[in-house]
């Protein structure tokens, strides 16, 4: 028989389960002398740790959640016992029997449900005990795990790693046989924490790809990674303050990009806010954004394996910033605003603007993954499809180095594909950003990323290098096998393959280009188009079977920028998909020496390129 496993209850899922590790840092501290009080101001009474433990069975116990809407409803429970050193050495979570919320009523009955994280729970006289953070998954069962306020409290203070605990009888102290029974023998790992982002279902899965695929080593932007995001919907404006008891959301990103999640506050003394009973990344200090959230309803578990969910239908505008992401809580502060604007301004060809997609990165580990995703989402967005489509990108990334010295990087692409064009315009963008903030050549501040995205074409145009042409003063032949003069020119053109949507649909020429021909020259001239993907490395030859020949065997070394400016430079010098390389490769030879002679430049196609061509002329 499979045991009940405790989970954590924290919406951040807005539409799935929501768990953690029940692995914790050391023990509270001491509390002061005098009454205890959770704010400093004394306005919320609480029962310390040691008080709550002492709690006889049965001890009755009310609290705040939100099922609907905004606005808290109560909940009742009684004190069931708490497993001892569950949240860090000296540091226990109380067991509690809830009742109402929806957690003991329907067909099948909801439990202890993800979203309540944070819920407080207050003992008869209105003090606060502390905040529902973890649940019994399988059965639905009522018992919620609560992290004591008086260990909230210390939330931001050093503590040491955290250690993992197993149920044992022992630790169950003051539980009732009937809870022994069903807990004793589990043990309480990590479990991943999912996620949300803004797109609903349409850009879900994008979200998640463009997540992977973009850099960042931060333990944010790996724990993000691990849980991936479910769908939620875009902020929009709710009025209603942020309540003990009532619903906060938290982000990387906000607006448009919002990513993040949602639980419950447990208390508000003056302008700080207290959350959730759990970290959201254990990441210590942070900065993410603190918005109120609407409930459309809570779905309970029918499958015994999913857990219940509180489906969350609106996220509000920001309203302040989490500063700290501790284990036992998340603080924030109302009113204090941070981050960066991002915007993505969608045109179409004609260049008459569609639409606008913007938000504000308040989490720096994110700042890549939400600069990749908003032109990303843009694009499937506007051309209603699952990503097939042809669009120009241009990017302006704004940032500031330490003592003050601003600048900016530009660049553009132009993308096609039939079916993740969303995931082809994330790539560069999300790069050069991931760039500069992980660059140890400087410290870097992003200011502001803006791209303006042209949708040219609702079907993938590509072109591909099949051939190349030479005038001959009347008209275009091909050049393979053609002669050309020494001490003249020769005018040369590329032929491309056009495709729409994977489909060829026939040849068309490309751009003119006069190249001379040495004195000196003799024998074979070769010439090459390639697309920038199949460019070849600086001393290297492509023959006739298309084997690559390199002067030396393993190569220069790599071209590492050594400054910043150096770096910077690497990034704005991004060759477009578009451009191409020509190559005229001469032989010559005098009396004395011999040798190859290249020229290069390069080739513009009407659209992005792909392909290696190359045509032999005689030199007589």
Same mark, same amino acid.
């Given at each position: =028989?499979?045991?009940?496993?405790?989970? #954590?209850?924290? /919406?951040? &899922?807005?539409?799935?389960?929501?768990? /953690?590790?029940?692995?914790?840092? =050391?023990?509270?501290?001491?509390?002061?002398?005098?009454?205890?009080?959770?704010?400093?101001?004394?306005?919320?009474? =609480?029962?310390?740790?040691?008080?709550?433990?002492?709690?006889?069975?049965?001890?009755?116990?009310?609290?705040?959640?939100?099922?609907?809407?905004?606005?808290?409803?109560?909940?009742?429970?009684?004190?069931?016992?708490?497993?001892?050193?569950?949240?860090?050495?000296?540091?226990? =979570?109380? !067991?509690?029997?809830?009742?109402?919320?929806?957690?003991?009523?329907?067909?099948?009955? &909801?439990?202890? #449900?993800?979203?309540?994280?944070?819920?407080?729970?207050?003992? %008869?006289?209105?003090?606060?005990?502390?905040?529902?953070?973890?649940?019994?998954?399988?059965?639905?069962?009522?018992?919620?795990?609560?992290?004591?306020?008086?260990?909230?409290?210390?939330?931001?203070?050093?503590?040491?790693?955290?250690?993992?605990?197993?149920?044992?009888?022992?630790?169950?102290?003051?539980?009732?046989?009937?809870?022994?029974?069903?807990?004793?023998?589990?043990?309480?790992?990590?479990?991943?924490?999912?996620?949300?982002?803004?797109?609903?279902t349409k850009g879900n899965a994008? @979200?998640?790809?463009?997540?992977?695929?973009?850099?960042?080593?931060?333990?944010? /932007?790996?724990?993000?990674?691990?849980?991936?995001?479910?769908?939620?919907? @875009?902020? *929009?404006?709710?009025?209603?303050?942020?309540?003990?008891?009532?619903?906060? &959301?938290?982000?990387?990103?906000?607006?448009?990009?919002?990513?993040?999640?949602?639980?419950?506050?447990?208390?508000?003394?003056?302008?700080? +806010?207290?959350?959730?009973?759990? %970290?959201?990344?254990?990441?210590?200090?942070?900065?993410?954004?603190?918005?109120?959230?609407?409930?459309?309803?809570?779905?309970?578990?029918?499958?015994?394996?999913?857990?219940?969910?509180?489906?969350?239908?609106?996220?509000?505008?920001?309203?302040?910033?989490?500063?700290?992401?501790?284990?036992?809580?998340?603080?924030?502060?109302?009113?204090?605003?941070?981050?960066?604007?991002?915007?993505?301004?969608?045109?179409?060809?004609?260049?008459?603007?569609?639409?606008?997609?913007?938000?504000? +990165?308040?989490?720096?580990?994110?700042?890549?993954?939400?600069? /990749?995703?908003?032109?990303?989402?843009? &694009?499937?967005?506007?051309?209603?499809?699952?990503?097939?489509?042809?669009?120009?990108?241009?990017?302006?990334?704004?940032?500031?180095?330490?003592?003050?010295r601003a600048g900016t990087l530009?660049?553009?692409?132009?993308?096609?594909?039939?079916?993740?064009?969303?995931?082809?315009?994330?790539?560069?963008?999300?790069?050069?950003?991931?760039?500069? !903030?992980?660059?140890?050549?400087?410290?870097?501040?992003? *200011?502001?990323?803006?791209?303006?995205?042209? !949708?040219?074409?609702?079907?993938?145009?590509?072109?591909?290098?099949?051939?190349?042409?030479?005038?001959?003063?009347?008209?275009?032949?091909?050049?393979?096998?053609?002669?050309?003069?020494?001490? %003249?020119?020769v005018t040369v053109r590329p032929?491309?393959? !056009?495709?729409?949507?994977?489909?060829?649909?026939?040849?068309?020429?490309?751009?003119?280009?006069?190249?001379?021909?040495?004195?000196?020259?003799?024998?074979? @001239?070769?010439?090459?188009?390639?697309?920038?993907?199949?460019?070849?490395?600086?001393?290297?030859?492509?023959?006739?079977?298309?084997?690559?020949?390199?002067?030396?065997?393993?190569?220069?070394?790599?071209?590492?920028?050594?400054?910043?400016?150096?770096?910077?430079?690497?990034?704005?010098?991004?060759?477009?998909?578009?451009?191409?390389?020509?190559?005229?490769?001469?032989?010559?030879?005098?009396?004395?020496?011999?040798? +190859?002679?290249?020229?290069?430049?390069?080739?513009?196609?009407?659209?992005?390129?792909?392909?290696?061509?190359?045509?032999?002329?005689?030199?007589?």
């Amino acid at each position: =028989m499979n045991r009940p496993i405790l989970r #954590w209850l924290s /919406a951040t &899922a807005l539409s799935g389960v929501v768990a /953690a590790t029940l692995v914790a840092p =050391m023990s509270v501290a001491s509390a002061a002398p005098g009454p205890a009080a959770f704010c400093a101001d004394g306005s919320q009474p =609480m029962v310390t740790q040691d008080e709550a433990v002492a709690f006889p069975e049965g001890e009755p116990v009310t609290g705040l959640t939100v099922v609907k809407g905004t606005q808290p409803v109560g909940f009742t429970g009684e004190y069931v016992g708490h497993v001892q050193d569950a949240l860090g050495k000296g540091v226990d =979570m109380l !067991l509690f029997e809830l009742s109402g919320a929806g957690i003991d009523t329907g067909n099948p009955r &909801a439990g202890i #449900w993800a979203g309540m994280s944070g819920s407080p729970v207050y003992a %008869q006289d209105g003090r606060l005990i502390g905040a529902v953070a973890y649940g019994l998954n399988g059965d639905n069962l009522p018992i919620a795990g609560v992290t004591p306020a008086e260990y909230m409290k210390q939330t931001g203070v050093d503590r040491v790693a955290p250690a993992r605990v197993s149920l044992t009888r022992s630790t169950l102290s003051g539980a009732s046989a009937a809870t022994e029974r069903a807990l004793a023998g589990t043990t309480l790992p990590r479990l991943k924490t999912q996620k949300v982002v803004a797109g609903g279902t349409k850009g879900n899965a994008l @979200a998640n790809r463009t997540l992977k695929r973009v850099p960042g080593s931060s333990a944010t /932007a790996r724990a993000a990674r691990a849980g991936g995001f479910a769908s939620v919907a @875009a902020p *929009t404006v709710i009025n209603d303050p942020l309540v003990p008891g009532g619903n906060v &959301a938290v982000g990387y990103s906000t607006g448009d990009l919002f990513s993040g999640g949602v639980g419950t506050v447990t208390a508000v003394c003056g302008t700080t +806010v207290w959350a959730f009973g759990h %970290q959201m990344d254990f990441a210590g200090k942070t900065a993410l954004s603190m918005h109120n959230a609407s409930a459309a309803l809570i779905v309970p578990d029918s499958t015994g394996g999913m857990g219940s969910f509180k489906q969350v239908s609106q996220v509000g505008q920001q309203v302040g910033t989490i500063d700290y992401d501790g284990y036992g809580a998340l603080r924030g502060q109302i009113g204090r605003l941070s981050g960066f604007p991002v915007t993505t301004n969608v045109l179409n060809g004609s260049g008459k603007r569609l639409g606008t997609y913007s938000g504000t +990165v308040v989490n720096r580990d994110m700042a890549s993954f939400a600069a /990749a995703y908003a032109p990303a989402f843009a &694009a499937i967005d506007t051309l209603d499809n699952m990503g097939t489509g042809t669009a120009r990108l241009s990017w302006r990334i704004g940032y500031t180095v330490r003592g003050g010295r601003a600048g900016t990087l530009t660049n553009t692409d132009v993308y096609a594909s039939r079916g993740e064009l969303g995931d082809y315009l994330a790539s560069g963008i999300g790069n050069d950003v991931a760039s500069l !903030l992980e660059t140890d050549l400087a410290d870097v501040t992003i *200011t502001s990323v803006t791209s303006n995205l042209t !949708l040219l074409s609702a079907s993938a145009t590509s072109y591909r290098h099949v051939g190349a042409q030479r005038w001959n003063g009347k008209a275009w032949v091909w050049a393979s096998g053609t002669s050309v003069k020494r001490g %003249q020119t020769v005018t040369v053109r590329p032929v491309y393959r !056009l495709f729409r949507d994977g489909r060829p649909q026939g040849t068309v020429g490309g751009p003119a280009r006069t190249f001379a021909i040495a004195k000196s020259a003799r024998g074979t @001239a070769r010439l090459t188009y390639s697309a920038k993907s199949q460019q070849l490395p600086e001393g290297c030859e492509m023959d006739e079977d298309g084997d690559i020949w390199c002067d030396d065997e393993f190569g220069e070394e790599e071209d590492t920028p050594r400054t910043f400016t150096q770096l910077v430079t690497q990034l704005d010098a991004l060759v477009p998909s578009t451009h191409g390389i020509v190559n005229l490769s001469q032989k010559w030879k005098s009396k004395r020496a011999k040798g +190859v002679k290249q020229r290069e430049g390069y080739s513009v196609a009407p659209g992005s390129i792909t392909g290696t061509y190359t045509a032999s002329l005689r030199v007589r």
